[in-house]
T-cell receptor
Framework: DVKVTQSSRYLVKRTGEKVFLECVQD?????MFWYRQDPGLGLRLIYF???????EKGDIPEGYSVSREKKERFSLILESASTNQTSMYLC??????????FGQGTRLTVV | QQQVKQSPQSLIVQKGGISIINCAYE??????FPWYQQFPGKGPALLIA?????SEKKEGRFTISFNKSAKQFSLHIMDSQPGDSATYFC??????????FGAGTTVTVRA
């Protein structure tokens, strides 16, 4: 069965901290994505990667960076966490066919 | 700015009733229109999807209706059940595999 695993379900971080959100997929998919989910705004794309070491900005990349050193792992980095980055973060992976598989999400609270 | 506009934000339906969620888009380059279902504490999961060369697709109690000229598509949930209570997201994609999501609709089915 398809599996996308996010390392943490809940995180609480302080303003200014550097935060790492990890995502691993076991399906050998080329494409991986990071979204944030906020009430009334749906899912907004932060960054995506279509191959190892390749990345592209999504719709809201400001304040974030990503790393993909291995095909199965895609990390989202908050360089200096701020309270407006409190959100649910969802990782997804996708093969060449246009169907995305999501992890269960990381609820990040920045205090 | 959201590329896919979804309504209503929430709806309540009696068991056995019909739930209808509507989405509209502007970008005529979109060629794939999925619907995702999300239960509390879980990531979204693909429910049903359609391509613009067909006007309707049905899978069990779930039907997508697609109107290419109006740039609108909708999800109908027939014979709604309490287990259908969830948040539903419409989305659209071009051939670059990035998904643009609507804001989401919370459906509550009352027994």
């Amino acid at each position: 069965d398809v599996k996308v695993t996010q390392s943490s379900r809940y995180l609480v971080k302080r303003t200014g901290e550097k935060v790492f959100l990890e995502c691993v997929q076991d399906m050998d998919h080329e494409n991986m994505f990071w979204y944030r989910q906020d009430p009334g705004l749906g899912l907004r794309l932060i960054y995506f990667s279509y191959d190892v070491k390749m990345k592209e900005k999504g719709d809201i990349p400001e304040g974030y960076s990503v790393s993909r050193e291995k095909k199965e792992r895609f990390s989202l980095i908050l360089e200096s966490a701020s309270t407006n980055q409190t959100s649910m973060y969802l990782c997804a992976s996708r093969p060449s066919l246009p169907r995305a598989f999501f992890g269960q999400g990381t609820r990040l609270t920045v205090v | 700015q959201q590329q896919v506009k979804q309504s209503p934000q929430s709806l309540i339906v009696q068991k056995g009733g019909i739930s209808i969620i509507n989405c509209a888009y502007e970008n005529t380059a979109f060629d794939y229109f999925p619907w995702y279902q999300q239960f509390p504490g879980k990531g979204p999961a693909l429910l049903i999807a359609i391509r613009p060369d067909v006007s309707e697709k049905k899978e069990g109690r779930f039907t997508i209706s697609f109107n290419k000229s109006a740039k609108q598509f909708s999800l109908h949930i027939m014979d709604s059940q309490p287990g259908d209570s969830a948040t539903y997201f419409c989305a659209a994609s071009r051939n670059d595999y990035k998904l643009s999501f609507g804001a989401g609709t919370t459906v509550t089915v009352r027994a």
